[in-house]
């Protein structure tokens, strides 16, 4: 597989809208004629993403399903390979598949629902999946299926596809990004450790001795993790660990003072301002990136850069460990909902029942086996937690199924990108001298229950 292949989610976004504003930005030319046909050219690009790439048609004779897709090549590949095994095991059923930029996907999915004009199924992300069923737009599982889905998955898996005790989609993956660490031998042994510490301190310590400053310029992590999703997953998962919770007692609103949540921030905001196993000024590259160029000792990171660190830093000696719990002996954490699929709520009965036979075909234990192996994704079925056949695909996989029964649902925290903005810069201002960890962590809840009341309702 490509590196384009293995992507996170937040990555998946970027680098979708980054590739769409550079076709429509186009080269830079002198002279009208050139503008002009770099504009049609743009344009003919964007009508392009706009359609999409239709990879099947509709069929006569045959319960014709439509299913929309985002376009990364591994899961295509995947989702393709899932369609040949239901139709030739299902022949009066045809799937119709098409898939689209990132962008254009999620763009697609808002005005296909506000106009009528949706597939019958969509690949949906968890996160977006209790908006669209808060409006009554998605078909609810049925109740065969519904009656086994709590045994069957992940809880984190399956967290925002519930919605007032009724499911509305199957999650594909368990979108983690908790619960490892990238790490460099060569690194760690030359800061005095032949090994991954299995405490959180003695990390810290370690990270500390590994990194190197040239005056105020951070040469080498010990611990690269300052970037948004590590940022908000592990504090979040500090509280936790200390067996409290980031909720208020309300359910909706976030409660960062309490003496869990401000112990938490006290000692992560510590990594930076005492031990400076890291720095937000020194690079701008992700902090996988650093890693896999040989300048950070450690890397907090989700088992998905694994494959990117193999594919594309192949001679790189890395491997992949457990992070030490922050408080008490389990990993406990948060994780949001991933990759699933959802129907149509206004789509006729016939193609409800094919879309949802497909549905459950794809999450049956050898079909999503091959789905999670071909896209390098966590399987949010439990009984694929510590599979042989993807253990042997994939090793460092080992770390992550350990830490899968510690997790839970995120939760409905309103507006994600801003959520997990808010901890991150609150993070950041500490990190440059801009503010005590106290007041920024006081205006951070301050502003993420602002905004709770604005997307929720207070």
Not at 327 to 342: K, N
Not at 387 to 414: K, M, N, R, V, Y
Not at 440 to 452: D, K, V, Y
Request: aromatic share 10%; with cysteine.
């Amino acid at each position: 597989m490509t590196s384009g292949e293995q992507l996170d989610r937040r990555r998946l976004a970027k680098l979708a809208g980054g590739a769409a504003a550079l076709s429509l930005a186009g080269p830079i030319r002198a002279g009208a004629q050139d503008d002009a046909a770099a504009t049609e050219a743009a344009n003919a690009t964007a009508t392009a993403e706009a359609e999409g790439v239709q990879v099947t048609t509709e069929e006569e004779g045959k319960v014709n399903v439509s299913w929309w897709t985002h376009n990364n090549p591994a899961f295509v590949q995947a989702n393709t390979d899932l369609i040949t095994r239901f139709e030739e095991a299902n022949p009066d059923i045809h799937i119709v598949y098409q898939h689209f930029p990132y962008e254009v996907f999620v763009q697609k999915l808002q005005t296909g629902y506000s106009s009528d004009t949706v597939a019958d199924i969509q690949q949906m992300f968890g996160t977006w999946v209790t908006e669209y069923a808060r409006f009554g737009l998605l078909d609810p599982v049925p109740e065969e299926m519904a009656a086994t889905m709590a045994e069957r998955f992940w809880p984190a898996s399956y967290g925002a596809y519930e919605l007032d005790g009724a499911f509305y989609g199957q999650p594909k993956e368990y979108n983690l990004e908790n619960g490892g660490l990238l790490v460099n031998p060569t690194l760690i042994e030359a800061a005095g450790s032949a090994e991954t510490p299995v405490e959180w301190q003695a990390m810290v310590d370690l990270a500390a001795s590994a990194a190197t400053w040239d005056g105020e310029i951070l040469t080498q992590a010990g611990l690269a993790f300052i970037n948004t999703d590590t940022i908000t997953f592990t504090y979040l998962s500090m509280i936790l660990q200390q067996g409290a919770n980031y909720f208020a007692e309300d359910g909706m609103h976030v409660n960062l003072q309490s003496d869990a949540a401000r112990q938490a921030w006290q000692d992560f905001t510590a990594l930076v301002t005492e031990y400076r196993v890291d720095n937000s000024q020194s690079y701008t590259a992700d902090t996988h990136e650093l890693f896999f160029q040989g300048r950070a000792a450690m890397c907090a990171k989700g088992p998905w850069a694994i494959a990117v660190g193999q594919e594309q830093f192949p001679d790189l000696e890395f491997r992949y460990d457990p992070i030490p719990p922050y408080a008490g002996t389990e990993l406990r954490f948060a994780a949001e909902s991933g990759w699933g699929e959802v129907v149509n709520a206004g789509i006729d009965d016939e193609k409800k029942a094919a879309a949802w036979a497909f549905i459950d075909f794809m999450h049956q234990d050898d079909n999503l086996r091959e789905w999670n192996q071909a896209t390098f994704t966590v399987p949010s079925l439990q009984s694929l937690n510590n599979d042989p056949a993807l253990l042997e695909a994939a090793p460092g996989l080992a770390t992550s199924f350990a830490a899968l029964p510690h997790g839970q649902w995120i939760g409905q925290i309103g507006d994600r990108d801003r959520f997990f903005a808010t901890l991150l810069n609150a993070y950041i201002s500490v990190d440059i001298d801009e503010a005590s960890p106290e007041d920024a962590l006081a205006n951070a809840e301050q502003e993420i229950n602002a905004m709770i009341d604005e997307n929720l309702g207070p």
